[in-house]
Structures are given as C-alpha cells and as structure tokens.
C-alpha cells in the first residue's frame, strides 16, 4: 500500500555527513560483497565503517573531480549501518545482502529519498513507498547508499546529461562519456563510489554504460524482475537490474531482486522458471561444452572500431580456450527487416499512467504538464515533443504477444535449434566512448534491438581496453530464462580473463 507523498526539499550535492563521529578507513577500492562478509563474519569491518568510507569517497572524488555521478547521498545511510550492525551482533547471522552500500539509479522510488528520473520539473517528489527491487534489496540487508544521475527521462543512450544533476562523466577519461542512460550508476560502481549499483534499461542503458565503465551488467528476461515503482521510458522494454565490478556480485543482487511480484503480471512468466538460487551457476569450467555463436552483424559494419574488434576476436578465442564450442558466424536472415520499425514510443502513455497509479498525489497528471514547466535539459525538447505528438493508446502490445517482436524472437530460437548453440556473442559497443559533446562521430552501440525486443537475456562483461585506456563490453545473449547458462559462460570467461581494473583516477584514500 502506498504512502502519502512528501514535496520537500533535499539535499542534492556535497555530503551532509563530513566531520560527524569518526573517520573511515577501511580499503574498499574493488572490494567484494563476499569479502565485505567476511571482513564483518571476523569483527574486522562494520557496516558503519564501510558505509562512512564510501561516503568519504564521494565526498573526495564525485563532484571535485568532475565525475558528477550522485544526485544524493542517502540521510539515513549511516543510522541504517548501525542498526545491521546491532542486527548482526545480536543473532551472529547475515542476511543475503548485509550493510552492502548500493547506488540506485534515480528513476527507481526510493520512500525516503526524491526521486527524479534526471527531470528538475520532478525535483523534490518523494514516493510514497520503494520500488519492488529497493525493497527486496533492503529486505536483504542492503543500505540504499546514494542516488545517481541519469540521461533524463532515460532518453539518451549515448550520454548521462539530465536537469537536476548535469553531466556525468566516465572514471576512465574524464573527457569522455559513461554512455546512457545509467551512465551515474556505472560512474559510481567502477570508481568504487559504492558496492554495486541499480540501473534500467530500456534499450541499451544497463549494458551500454557497464561496457564504457568496464563493469559487468545483466539485462535479465523480461518478466524475471519486477518493472514496478520504476518511473517508465517504454514499459513494453523496460528491465531494471544489477551493475557490479564482478558477475558474482551482479548475480548476488539478481538472486534477491528476481521473482515474482503481484504488481506486475509480467513476473508471472517467472515462476516455474527462476531457480532456487542463481549463485550455484558461479561455475570456473563453466564454459565446457558451451556451443557459443559469433554474431557477425555488428562487426561487419564498416564504422566498427579496429581496437574494438581485435579485442572481440581475442574473446572468441577464449572463450574457446575456456572449453565452449565456436560457431562462426551465427547469423539470421532478415535481420534488418525483422528489426525495422520495431520500437513502439509509449513514453506518454506509460508515464501518464505511472502518475494515475500515484493517486491523489501525484506531482503530474499529464506529459503537456511536465513540458509546460520548461524544466528539462535543452537536448530533449524535441524527444519530449514527439513523445506528446504519439498515439495514445499505443499501436503495439507487449513483446509477448507484438507480432514483430514475436517473429524476431522465434527467428533467433530457430536459428538457435538449428545450431544447438546455448548462446551467442558480439561486441556490446562497436566504438570506445565518445567525447563528450560529440554526437557525431560513429556510436556504436549494439544494445537497441536483440534484447530488448526479443525478451531475451543479454550479459555484459568487461572484454578488456584499447591503448589508451578506454573499456570495451562482450555481450553475451541467450533463450528466454537462460540466465544459469549465461551466468556459467560469463563467469567462466571472467575467471579466465581477468579484465576488469579500476580506473587510476580515483585511487583508496589515505
């Protein structure tokens, strides 16, 4: 049942927290939530502690160096914190996810905290409860560390620019993009500002920012996790989930945010499907006896970056010394005839009916409100006023029932069953990450059509960097609820591989 909504001003930027009660000084730089168990299991680290020193990091690192990542820190970390920690002394036990910091992209309801979806004309509305993933989390034991900014209204995939926070910026050049939209939360997880992260994505905004950020991403089937108090782009594409530095961590919180949820029919499709736990896929050989298909569509694009596609083919060849079986190239007919026209603008649609569902209390009622205001970034005026020009009702159904996406998505189960492949792999962008402000120069993002507009699972993981420095992303895609295969070949190829490191901006403080 849902609160009553507050209107109140918050704090957006600094941290309200510095010169109160003792430093931290824990070392957190790449830290797991396992050995953050560990650590509190041996009387080594408290949840205060470690909740303290990531604030301490965002206070030192966020806004002085630019990186621009958090909207807001949480009040209520820290008297969280102890209350775990109170919690564990008393019954010796950890929940799944106990005093775990995590960073929560901003189009999430959080009950005690505003959330904006990047829109300043939202600026102040605190929900009136969490959504279904903020609340599994923190039924876990996770405390909701801070709030990151986003490419408002989730519009953009190439960049994180929104009204009520400005530009976020990538920790591994600072005059590059961590692409969109989940672009604050990918910032903050791999600069080890929190643990691990929340975003969405609609089209391209989990995957696209965990491959510019070196981090890995999961796009799980539609209908394993809940869409509910997730402020909507297209609900018919919408997924949120995990963003962490590991596949065990990004699995970590899968396991407590997947499953059925009333409040979204969808997750009905879960419920014979999902396993006990996804943590026994967490599997070193996990790649023997994997058929793995190269999808040659996106690298044979001419504007396809040469570092990129060497480092592609290097996964392709361990991915084969890892035990899988390649079969190359995967391809399907028809492809860009399957995918034209497949994206349905809903946004009026589904966001109207997101502020119905508020009641009485909701900030808006309508999208013409929203543009009235004149409070959103320059870069969006034009998406906003196609968004308002859109046929309401929509002219599509959900992917599970839109004849094109049906026919895209049986096209690549047949072509699947015909190769017996148990996945297939390409490049989760085909260039580095642009400058920001540039717009011009080839993107390369790979995200818009398999998933979403399959229902299929897409993974990202760290693929490895180019010369200069930059990340790159392998996504790695399966059938409907194939995430225990997916996790199998993305942790073995992790294990194998090795490629995630920090950015050297933002080293462990003093």
């Given amino acids: ?106 189009n999430y309801e959080t009950y005690d905290m505003q959330t904006t979806a990047g829109s300043a004309a939202l600026k102040g509305f605190v929900p009136p409860d969490d959504a279904y993933q903020v609340r599994k989390l923190r039924e876990a034991g996770a405390i909701i560390l801070a709030k990151s900014n986003m490419a408002e209204w989730a519009f953009s995939p190439y960049q994180t620019v929104s009204s009520i926070a400005g530009t976020t910026r990538n920790p591994y050049d600072l005059s590059r993009v961590p692409a969109g939209s989940s672009g604050g939360t990918a910032a903050a997880v791999a600069a080890n500002l929190g643990l691990v992260g929340l975003g969405t994505d609609t089209g391209n905004s989990i995957r696209g920012p965990s491959s510019h950020c070196s981090l890995v991403g999961i796009r799980s089937t539609m209908g394993l996790t809940s869409r509910d108090g997730i402020i909507p782009l297209y609900l018919r594409n919408d997924i949120g989930g995990p963003m962490a530095r590991t596949v065990e961590d990004a699995v970590r919180v899968l396991d407590v945010i997947a499953g059925y949820d009333p409040a979204d029919p969808i997750t009905q499709l879960c419920i014979e499907k999902k396993p006990p736990s996804y943590l026994p896929f967490l599997k070193k050989d996990g790649l023997k006896g994997k058929r793995i298909g190269v999808f040659r569509y996106y690298t044979n694009q001419p504007t396809t970056d040469p570092e990129i596609l060497q480092l592609f083919e290097q996964a392709i060849e361990d991915l084969q010394k890892g035990g899988a079986e390649i079969v190359d190239p995967f391809e399907i007919p028809n492809f860009e005839k399957l995918t034209e026209n497949i994206w349905c603008n809903t946004f009026r649609h589904d966001l109207e009916g997101y502020f119905a569902s508020l009641g009485e209390k909701a900030p808006f009622r309508t999208l013409e409100e929203i543009i009235r205001t004149g409070k959103y970034a320059p870069y969006i005026k034009e998406r906003l006023k196609r968004a308002l020009l859109a046929p309401d009702p929509p002219p599509c159904k959900d992917i599970y029932h839109d004849p094109r996406n049906i026919a895209l998505r049986e096209a690549f189960e047949k072509a699947m069953d015909r190769l017996q492949l148990d996945a297939f792999v390409y490049p989760t962008w085909s260039n580095p990450p642009r400058k920001i402000g540039d717009l011009k120069s080839p993107a390369g993002d790979n995200s818009q059509l398999i998933p979403p507009h399959t229902g299929f699972p897409g993974f990202t993981v760290p693929m490895g960097f180019t010369k200069s420095g930059l990340p790159a992303g392998l996504q790695i895609v399966g059938r409907l609820f194939s995430e225990p295969t997916l996790i199998e070949i993305a942790y073995a190829y992790e294990q194998a591989t090795r490629h995630r490191k920090p950015p050297e901006r933002f080293p462990e403080l003093p």
Wanted: proline share 5%; glycine share 8%; aromatic share 4%.
């Fill in 1 to 106: 049942m849902r609160r009553e909504i507050v209107l109140t001003g918050i704090l957006l930027v600094g941290l309200p927290f510095s010169g109160c009660g003792k430093k931290a000084s824990f070392p957190v730089v790449e830290i797991t939530i396992a050995e953050v168990h560990q650590a509190m299991k041996e009387g080594k680290l408290t949840a205060e502690q470690l909740v303290r020193t990531y604030l301490e990091r965002i206070e030192t690192y966020d806004k002085k160096t630019g990186l621009n990542a958090i909207v807001m820190v949480n009040p209520n970390a820290i008297k969280r914190a102890r209350e775990l920690d109170d919690e564990l002394r008393r019954t010796g036990k950890l929940r799944p996810l106990h005093g775990i910091p995590i960073i929560v992209k901003d």
